[in-house]
């Protein structure tokens, strides 16, 4: 399936292009001491003007055995961008508002962002209800992404949880991913993933 291309869309997000949109699909959760469920779940990848990163948001909800959704089981909210120094062109910290121009409004400037194996480099913060920040380093090597916590904050409220990876790919028109966490004392093993479709 092609993926296509919006024209406005901003250079640096090209590599990500495959991403955006919303998906909706169904995959199972568990964990060492605790039951494996199935769950659905809505990821949306948006693009806001003018902006060189992603937003993105995932909702899932636990599904009953007849296959409604039934609680909801996590939120996340964050933001996806390539790797790279921010400097007078970009906007921030803060409100403050860029006083330059940017150098990487053309394919060729962004296709320079490459790292030496040929991928982007990507930097990922996600943020969730229950305490917990993750901000992951990661690379994009066309429709896949692989991501490994970087950091891990948590609230003095949140459960214990210390590492996390996860992986993202684009599989004949639909979005998989995996997610291996390191929590309660565990170490880093499998806890969920998920097979998505693209919604209108």
Same mark, same amino acid.
């Given at each position: 399936?092609?993926?296509?291309?919006?024209?406005?869309?901003?250079?640096?997000?090209?590599?990500?292009?495959? !991403?955006?949109?919303?998906?909706?699909?169904?995959?199972?959760?568990?964990?060492?001491?605790?039951?494996?469920?199935?769950?659905?779940?809505?990821?949306?990848?948006?693009?806001?003007?003018?902006?060189?990163?992603?937003?993105?948001?995932?909702?899932?909800?636990?599904?009953?055995?007849?296959?409604? !959704?039934?609680?909801?089981?996590?939120?996340?909210?964050?933001?996806?961008?390539?790797?790279?120094?921010?400097?007078?062109?970009?906007?921030?910290?803060?409100?403050?508002?860029?006083?330059?121009?940017?150098?990487?409004?053309?394919?060729?400037?962004?296709?320079?962002?490459?790292?030496?194996?040929?991928?982007?480099?990507?930097?990922?913060?996600?943020?969730?209800?229950?305490?917990?920040?993750?901000?992951?380093?990661?690379?994009?090597?066309?429709?896949?992404?692989?991501?490994?916590?970087?950091?891990?904050?948590?609230?003095?409220?949140?459960?214990?949880?210390?590492?996390?990876?996860?992986?993202?790919?684009?599989?004949?028109?639909?979005?998989?991913?995996?997610?291996?966490?390191?929590?309660?004392?565990?170490?880093?093993?499998?806890?969920?993933?998920?097979?998505?479709?693209?919604?209108?």
């Amino acid at each position: 399936m092609p993926i296509e291309i919006d024209a406005s869309l901003d250079p640096e997000l090209v590599p990500l292009a495959w !991403l955006i949109g919303s998906w909706e699909g169904v995959g199972v959760v568990g964990y060492p001491g605790t039951p494996e469920k199935q769950f659905g779940q809505r990821i949306d990848f948006v693009a806001p003007t003018g902006a060189p990163f992603l937003h993105y948001t995932a909702h899932a909800w636990l599904m009953s055995e007849d296959g409604t !959704l039934d609680d909801v089981l996590a939120l996340e909210t964050g933001i996806w961008q390539l790797v790279r120094d921010r400097k007078e062109y970009d906007a921030g910290p803060g409100l403050m508002v860029p006083t330059a121009e940017s150098p990487f409004t053309t394919a060729d400037a962004v296709e320079g962002m490459r790292n030496a194996d040929g991928d982007f480099d990507l930097e990922v913060e996600i943020a969730h209800p229950h305490g917990v920040l993750e901000l992951y380093a990661g690379r994009v090597n066309g429709p896949r992404i692989d991501l490994a916590t970087d950091v891990v904050a948590r609230t003095r409220t949140a459960k214990p949880y210390t590492a996390s990876k996860r992986m993202y790919g684009l599989v004949q028109g639909e979005l998989m991913w995996a997610w291996d966490m390191a929590a309660m004392g565990h170490e880093l093993t499998s806890h969920a993933s998920a097979r998505l479709k693209k919604v209108a």
